[in-house]
């Protein structure tokens, strides 16, 4: 017997620091990081936790905030 497509489903939790409209359409989803010197291990993750934000609600774009370093590394 097959797996139904809700059993292959896995439930996540996180949370975004910020999102913004653009109209009444989410835009952009923000993702703030106090690393004071992130790894490319540590960028590489973000930006994937940042992509499920966006996928999860339809924002066409993100930026994970470096609040430390003063950098915004838009998606």
């Known amino acids: 017997m097959g797996r139904s497509a809700a059993s292959s489903v896995s439930p996540r939790a996180g949370r975004a620091d910020?999102?913004?409209y653009d109209g009444?359409?989410?835009d952009v989803v923000l993702d703030w990081k106090s690393d004071i010197a992130p790894s490319a291990h540590d960028r590489a993750q973000y930006?994937?936790?940042l992509q499920d934000y966006m996928a999860a609600v339809g924002a066409?774009?993100?930026a994970v905030v470096y609040m430390s370093l003063g950098?915004?590394?838009w998606v």
């Open 47 to 49: 930006r994937g936790q």
């Open 60 to 62: 066409p774009h993100g």
């Open 18 to 20: 910020a999102a913004a």
């Open 24 to 26: 009444e359409a989410l």
């Open 71 to 73: 950098e915004v590394a």
